[in-house]
């Protein structure tokens, strides 16, 4: 069974920084594509960014891209998330997402994903 456990979130000002950690456990982490997805208050989840088992592929949303950066650390079993620029509707909850599916490189479907984390908030002040 595969463990993830976000760390990172917190409180910072509009056109602030921060960076988002995912660790996995329980498995092996180079065989899994992994996403980041985020929930707002009585939004349904929604698609971040994904990136390919080997980091070479990566997919984000369209309100994140040119801000958000996903990276992963094979060798630390931790998968990232920068986002620079942050504005007040990037305020939710961000969790992060393992896939053992290989149809694709990259997911961003939530039904695509097999293992979830507790999530870590995010609020950006404006």
């Known amino acids: 069974q595969v463990q993830l456990v976000e760390s990172g979130g917190g409180v910072v000002q509009a056109g602030g920084s921060l960076r988002l950690s995912c660790v996995a456990s329980g498995g092996t982490f180079s065989t899994y594509g992994m996403g980041w997805f985020r929930q707002a208050p009585e939004k349904e989840r929604d698609f971040v960014a994904a990136?390919?088992?080997?980091?070479?592929?990566?997919e984000y949303a369209d309100a994140v891209k040119g801000r958000f950066t996903i990276s992963r650390d094979n060798a630390k079993n931790t998968v990232y998330l920068q986002m620079n620029s942050l504005d007040p509707e990037d305020t939710a909850v961000y969790y992060c997402?393992?896939?053992?599916?290989?149809?694709?490189?990259?997911?961003?479907?939530?039904?695509?994903?097999?293992?979830w984390g507790q999530g870590t908030q995010v609020t950006v002040s404006s």
């Open positions: 990136i390919s088992r080997s980091g070479y592929v990566k």
């Open positions: 997402a393992a896939t053992t599916r290989r149809a694709a490189a990259t997911a961003s479907g939530t039904w695509e994903y097999d293992y």
